[in-house]
Antibody, heavy 119, light 106 residues
Framework: EVQLVESGGGLVQPGGSLRLSCTAS????????MHWVRQAPGKGLVWVSR????????TYADSVKGRFTISRDNAKNTLSLQMNSLRADDTAVYYC????????????WGQGTLVTVSS | SYELTQPLSVSVTLGQTATITCGGD??????VHWYQQRPGQAPVLVIY???HRPSGIPDRFSGSNSGNTATLTISRAQAGDEADYYC?????????FGGGAKLTVL
């Protein structure tokens, strides 16, 4: 069974930093692009970032470009998101998601981790 | 950037058919995927590539895509189908989601 488990969320002050992690199991991690998608409280889903299987290609949404860094450790089956210069509008549940092999859909999703940016 | 438009809410009577639309410029030329999100839970894929159902998804869920509108159809609606439903495509700029439609089963 494919499982994605996020951790690292919490309360951080504006301008601060936080690092999210996602531990993957049940599939060959290195074969898959991985993504982060976020959801502000009461709002819809917003794509954040992606990384290819060997970690050499990354893409970011304009809203986080230059502030967030996605990375992966294939030896540990772990995906990370380093978030710097956090703002109130970064407050959201962050989901780790697996991209389908040969497709453009997201399946499955982790349970999410809540990041709250507030003073 | 590409945009997807969904109705804010859709209502359906128990046992009847619900239709949730997703509008986008020439969306019929793209692959559209649908997710169900129940309150307090992570999204779950219910339709991929316009009309394909993942294993474990009931055949009451179906999808179509043509022209400027993609459609998710839920037949014989059940109370457990109450959820938010999101459409999604992949664009050169990244993943694009519709705003989500809240399905209420009356």
């Amino acid at each position: 069974e494919v499982q994605l488990v996020e951790s690292g969320g919490g309360l951080v002050q504006p301008g601060g930093s936080l690092r999210l992690s996602c531990t993957a199991s049940g599939f060959t991690f290195t074969n898959n692009w991985m993504h982060w998608v976020r959801q502000a409280p009461g709002k819809g889903l917003v794509w954040v970032s992606r990384i290819n299987g060997d970690g050499t290609l990354t893409t970011y949404a304009d809203s986080v470009k230059g502030r967030f860094t996605i990375s992966r450790d294939n030896a540990k089956n772990t995906l990370s998101l380093q978030m710097n210069s956090l703002r109130a509008d970064d407050t959201a549940v962050y989901y780790c998601v697996k991209w389908a092999e040969g497709g453009t859909w997201f399946d499955p999703w982790g349970q999410g981790t809540l990041v709250t940016v507030s003073s | 950037s590409y945009e997807l438009t969904q109705p804010l809410s859709v209502s359906v009577t128990l046992g009847q058919t619900a239709t949730i639309t997703c509008g986008g410029d020439n969306i019929g030329s793209r692959n559209v995927h649908w997710y169900q999100q129940r309150p307090g839970q992570a999204p779950v894929l219910v339709i991929y590539r316009d009309s394909h159902r993942p294993s474990g998804i009931p055949d009451r869920f179906s999808g179509s895509n043509s022209g400027n509108t993609a459609t998710l159809t839920i037949s014989r609606a059940q109370a457990g189908d109450e959820a938010d439903y999101y459409c999604q495509v992949w664009d050169s700029s990244g993943g694009v989601f519709g705003g989500g439609a809240k399905l209420t089963v009356l």
